[in-house]
């Protein structure tokens, strides 16, 4: 029983089904190594043991009655943003320290309902603002591969957890490659649903018209399984999409033989790391070898993907996050001498410097004599990039690329600079703008780093992404290497 | 061009942010580094392209069925508030 960690999301629900072994006992065993790696990692903010192994004493009940979901007493762990009803979720601020949420997200119901057992909230970049979880109040995740490096964020705590194999499967979202970059930067399998595709119901905003929660896992299969059990209509969610969810799981063997790839010649740019880049078009040959045929293909406007994300995303940072006032919830300062010394003390404590950053950035943009000129005008320039897309889509039927121009960099690389930090999403942010799934792969390694290749593809071809990325991952293993150390 | 203390002041106190000293030139210059970088939207001619106001084209507003369907969550939303008496959130004195 030595080996429980390495079964992933399917093997475990599979496992547990077939009375291989109890929930109880998986959760011990992966509690046990998420308590033990938690001084390297720093991989999660609140472990909850107790309630975990009450929930699966609870699943081997149904278990042996047959009543089982899904994932009934498979072990997950959520991003903590994600609010869940008497665990605390600070959304790695100290804004939200003490924060415990009265209700569950929709998609923690969902995993709830399948039968998912949640052992924790995993460290995350302060409300998801960061692309190296340096942000976090709560400190920095490190990487499993190399804990003097960075995770990627801003969902670094989950990334960090599957990949050291602490956890199957995890929660994120994806405002700008903040679940993308991390699967990358820690040789995981990350998917960007579709906008509107899963609930934002319970998801602390950040960008509203570019959030979107999504899954970190080992394989395609085991995203496929828990897309599958936490996606579809919400009506609490006035931007969640009415649409039936396919069945993922069974769509996964869908074959790829004439799969039309478009390669994304805007991706393959010089910011992008000779040998990250080599990896790709290594595993483009296996993608050639499956059958599919590979054809060049421009977006243009795409390279301003990032100067018009640092407008949309502040400008939205800032209205959401104005809702934290020192009044109803959140951090109140000490002895306010009016109402705006309590606003802007607690606001000024409470949020650390890039969460600061971004929401006067917003302020900026948004206020009085720029919003046409920076606002407006991103906007419009999102609209070309968004037709970019469209275009493209319409000759190929996925467009494939690198995830990030190199692999893991150490902690305090790129802090000093803002802008440095943001280049990080420079291909993972086009998605979020037009709202389009995505997935990022495991696809070989620079040194002992893994590197991430990226499929991106139209609205609502998810279970397209998970075929070709699972088709990619029967021909090769890279998505089974597991850093040393966590084996 | 870059932006000048008093801007940043006049941006923290629209945002309701409380700025240190030590702090006032950080944000002074990052700003104007990020505003520098997204300037190049500027370049981009977009006379005639209408801003893209949602990542899904042709949705619009879904309205729900005017039913009640929550109950009074008053009590549990205050457990999390800093201050509050009687079923109302406390502040400093606003009119003297």
Redo the contacts between chains.
Sequence with gaps: MSELHHIGLSGAAAGLRARRFSSVELAEAFLGRVERSQDTLNAFISVTRTQALSDAAAADRALAAGTGGALTGVPIAHKDLFCTQGVRTTCGSRMLE???S?YDATVVAKLKRAGAVMLGKTNMDEFAMGSSNETSYYGPVRNPWDPRLVPGGSSGGSAAAVAARLVPGATATDTGGSIRQPAALCGITGLKP???HVSRYGMVAFAS??DQGGVLTTSAADAALMLREMAGFD?ND??S?EREVPDYVALLGEPIAGLKVGLLKEFFDKGLDAENGQRVREALKVFESLGARLTEVSLP?LP?S???Y??VAPAEC?SNL?RF????????CEQ??????????S???G?G?EV??R???G???L?AGYYD??Y?????????I?ADFTRAFASVDVLIGPTTPTPAFAIGAKTS???TM?LNDIYTIGA????LPAVSIPCGFVGKLPVGLQIVGP?FSEARLLAAAHAYQGATDWHTRVPEGFA | MP?TREQ?ES??????????AA?LP??QD??S???E??????R?D?AS????????AG?T??L?PDTVTERD?HA??Q?????TAAGL?L????IE
């Design positions: 003490n924060f415990v009265p579709t906008y509107g018209s570019l009506p006035s931007t999409v406007n301003l990032v100067p018009v640092y407008v800032s104005a006032d020192g009044v109803r919830y959140g951090h109140r306010p001498r009016d109402l705006m010394d309590l606003y802007r003390r606001r000024g404590e949020f410097a600061k950053r929401i006067m950035t302020t900026y943009v206020s000129a920076y407006l005008k991103a906007q419009r320039v999102r609209q070309l968004n600079d803002p802008i943001y979020n703008l037009a709202g609205h | 932006l940043i941006i923290a106190a629209l945002a309701r942010l409380e700025l240190s702090e950080v944000y990052s700003l580094r990020i505003l970088f997204v300037g190049a939207l500027e981009v977009t392209v209408a801003p893209m106001a949602h990542p899904l949705l507003q879904r729900r969550h549990e939303y457990q999390n508030a800093p201050l959130y502040v400093p004195k606003v």
